[in-house]
């Protein structure tokens, strides 16, 4: 079983919807991550949250919003997505987001659909 | 800039073949690490191995191992007698010591099919 645990596994929204995804680990671990990844490509990273501050935001567009209550816990607010935003959204999550040793430990990922 | 290349965009074998899969990477650091990861259908992102760029001793796991190249800047991953259940996409990953807070460099993928 995976340490990093993503619900829901499948989202069906309109272009209108508010939606959100939610990561949870229990690694201690204090860097925490979300990863798109479309089909036959490998993840682009999107957000990096070190020590549950926003540590880097690859310019995604703002109908992504991530928000990180606690170091365990990691959430994607989605709102007014577009059908090509549809993709696997992966979290990871790693012991210190600064050391380039620490390997990334991946949850099972929400297939999102945006119709 | 760093980069990795994994040149093999599907590699198709039947059980019990030994498979390589090739990574080649591009970096201008000196100290940097080297992962791979193991994508099944299921969608998780499985870390299998990383290697620190001083590290040049090649790894055995099972029927998985690795050789670890820096003349060639390569780490390619070899599945020895191969198993349905090897079927995946898999990933070879960089990361340098200026790794821009958490920034992974990922490869194309491999994806490997293992016929029974």
């Known amino acids: 079983d995976t340490e990093v645990t993503q619900t829901p596994k499948h989202l069906v929204m309109g272009m209108t919807n508010k939606k959100s995804l939610k990561c949870e680990q229990h690694m201690g671990h204090r860097a925490m991550y979300w990863y798109k990844q479309k089909a036959k490509k490998p993840p682009e990273l999107m957000f990096v949250y070190s020590y549950e501050k926003l540590s880097i935001n690859e310019s995604v567009p703002s109908r992504f919003s991530p928000e990180c209550p606690n170091s365990s816990l990691l959430n994607l607010h989605l709102h007014a997505l577009q059908p090509e935003d549809s993709a696997l959204y992966l979290c990871?999550?790693?012991?210190?987001?600064?050391?380039?040793?620490?390997?990334?430990?991946f949850g099972n990922g929400t297939r999102l659909t945006v119709t | 800039a760093q980069k990795v290349t994994q040149a093999q965009t599907e590699i198709s074998v039947v059980e019990k073949e030994d498979v390589t899969l090739d990574c080649v990477y591009e970096t201008r650091d000196t100290t940097y690490y080297l992962f791979w990861y193991k994508q099944p259908p299921s969608g998780e992102l499985v870390f299998l191995i990383r290697r620190n760029s001083f590290d040049e001793q090649n790894e055995i796991s099972g029927r998985y191992s690795w050789n670890f190249q820096k003349s060639t800047s390569s780490f390619n991953f070899t599945i020895t007698a191969s198993q349905v259940v090897d079927s995946a996409v898999y990933f070879c990953a960089l990361s340098g010591v200026d790794n821009q807070g958490g920034k992974l460099i990922f490869g194309q993928g491999t994806e490997l099919s293992v016929k029974p």
């Open positions: 990871a999550s790693s012991q210190d987001s600064l050391r380039a040793n620490s390997p990334l430990h």
